[in-house]
């Protein structure tokens, strides 16, 4: 188990190296930051529906070297459970964003947004899949284009077995712009983040996990040059 560690520890320095490495060549802005986040998942079982899901998450983030707040999340969604290890969800994000993501002026967001879940266990870990689709509207005054943006995440956690319930967890999230739209965001290429931390799981209801998130965010053909952004992550999952 300590040789697997050991492999994974590599390969994410590898995937943070390369991360880094892709974007050498080009000017950018670097910035620390935490955010916290938790998330509660369940299903409507007392109501005689287990197949029907609910989803409610909740973030804060704080930017310019943590010292603060520059976003919210709050995301509630609804879901239904096709088998065992698949599902699908439709939800909504107020999302309220200030400096430094905002280039100039606090702006409020919202999100419809639309996703597949997938998870399995293998003999090595657990392995997560999550597509998400989202249809973005900005309050900032001019602003009338509605930003469809793609995002597919894979997460892997490996159990140490020298320490119950103790998991190590990699995790990469690509985002890719379908549309050009007039806030400035370009299709294609938006933003990269990868991940590397420990989770664990106290009970059956309650997992949380921290680590250090690498976020990479793409602004060509904007005045703003690009971003790396290097984030304590620390989030607490509630599973109802």
């Not at 100039?104 to 657990?126: V, Y």
């Not at 996990?209 to 690009?226: M, P, V």
Request: charged share 15%.
């Amino acid at each position: 188990m300590v040789k697997k560690l050991n492999i994974l520890m590599v390969s994410l320095l590898l995937v943070l190296f390369t991360n880094s490495a892709l974007f050498a060549a080009t000017s950018y802005t670097e910035d620390f930051e935490t955010w916290g986040n938790v998330t509660a998942r369940g299903n409507f079982s007392s109501f005689g529906n287990s197949k029907v899901l609910w989803w409610l998450e909740g973030q804060g983030r704080f930017g310019n070297d943590a010292s603060r707040f520059s976003q919210g999340i709050i995301r509630p969604g609804v879901g239904y459970a096709l088998n065992e290890k698949t599902s699908i969800w439709l939800g909504y994000g107020w999302i309220p964003t200030s400096r430094p993501f905002a280039a100039r002026n606090a702006f409020n967001e919202h999100r419809i947004w639309q996703q597949l879940l997938w998870s399995d266990k293998f003999s090595f870990g657990t392995l997560q899949s999550r597509t998400r689709l989202e249809q973005r509207f900005f309050d900032i005054p001019g602003s009338t284009d509605v930003h469809h943006r793609f995002r597919q995440l894979f997460k892997l956690g490996i159990p140490i077995a020298e320490v119950p319930n103790l998991s190590f967890v990699i995790a990469n999230e690509i985002f890719l712009n379908f549309n050009d739209v007039d806030m400035g965001f370009q299709s294609g290429f938006d933003q990269n983040r990868v991940f590397g931390g420990f989770a664990y799981k106290f009970n059956p209801t309650v997992t949380g996990e921290i680590g250090y998130l690498n976020q990479y965010l793409n602004r060509r053909n904007s005045s703003r040059l690009d971003s790396m952004q290097h984030i304590l992550s620390v989030n607490l999952f509630l599973n109802f």
